[in-house]
Nanobody, 128 residues
């Protein structure tokens, strides 16, 4: 199983980036997907999640209204569109997959242990 995150980089405050996470080695459409981030010296935190059908999304309060998660099951890829970026968004961003048989996902989508597989991360740096 591989989750390959890409799209990170250096951007000025107020700018935009789109992260992608290409998934292989599992049946993508059977998995809920999430994005987490980890800033230097801080714990990994939830950013956004999307259910296996794509019909429901969840966001951390800190990114609501600025970030959008969506998926393309035909391309086995989940995306995170990030707009109005702030220096506080600087972090390594990780994608993760949780099997759709986890009915607890709908209440535990922001919990790291809910996810079965993790990608390697992509660095986003927002300059002021």
């Amino acid at each position: 199983v591989q989750l390959q995150a890409s799209g990170g980089g250096l951007v000025q405050a107020g700018g935009s980036l789109r992260l992608s996470c290409a998934v292989s080695g599992l049946t993508f459409s059977n998995y809920h997907m999430g994005w987490f981030r980890q800033a230097p010296g801080k714990e990994r935190e939830f950013v956004a999640a999307i259910t296996w059908t794509g019909s429901t999304t969840f966001y951390a309060d800190s990114v609501k209204g600025r970030f959008t998660i969506f998926r393309n099951n035909a391309k086995n890829t989940v995306y995170l569109q990030m707009n109005s970026l702030k220096p506080g968004d600087t972090a390594v961003y990780y994608c993760a997959a949780a099997t759709r048989t986890r009915t607890s996902f709908y209440s535990a989508y922001n919990v790291l242990d809910e996810y079965n597989y993790w990608g390697q991360g992509t660095l986003v740096t927002v300059s002021s």
